[in-house]
Nanobody, 123 residues
């Protein structure tokens, strides 16, 4: 069964850092694209960052320079390193994966989703 399990969320002060992890139950190499999305209370889900199996990355404009997405296919794990966190980064962060080439940071392009990990940034 294809499953994604996120971890690494928590509470952090503004300016701090977090590294989110997403473990896949199947070989991550099978996923052409993997990505992170987030959803804040009362807001629509939005793309954060994506990476394909060749290491090509996409980032949302609001996060460029503050986040790094990476994948370790040997560990079947996707990561998101976020630095200089702001209060507006507070959200539930979701991992997503798909075996198609569409990918990017468009949520409609992803078939498999994790349950999410909460990130709360306080000032």
């Amino acid at each position: 069964q294809e499953q994604l399990v996120e971890s690494g969320g928590g509470s952090v002060q503004a300016g701090g850092s977090l590294r989110l992890s997403c473990v896949s139950s199947v070989y991550t190499y099978n996923w052409y694209y993997m990505a992170w999305f987030r959803q804040a209370p009362g807001k629509e889900r939005e793309g954060v960052a994506a990476i394909n199996k060749y290491g090509t990355t996409n980032y949302a404009e609001y996060l460029k320079g503050r986040a790094t997405i990476s994948r370790d296919d040997a560990k079947n794990t996707l990561y998101l390193q976020m630095n200089s966190l702001k209060r507006e980064d507070t959200a539930m962060y979701y991992c997503a994966a798909d075996d198609r080439r569409d990918g990017g940071i468009v949520d409609g392009n992803y078939r498999v989703w994790g349950q999410g990990t909460q990130v709360t940034v306080s000032s």
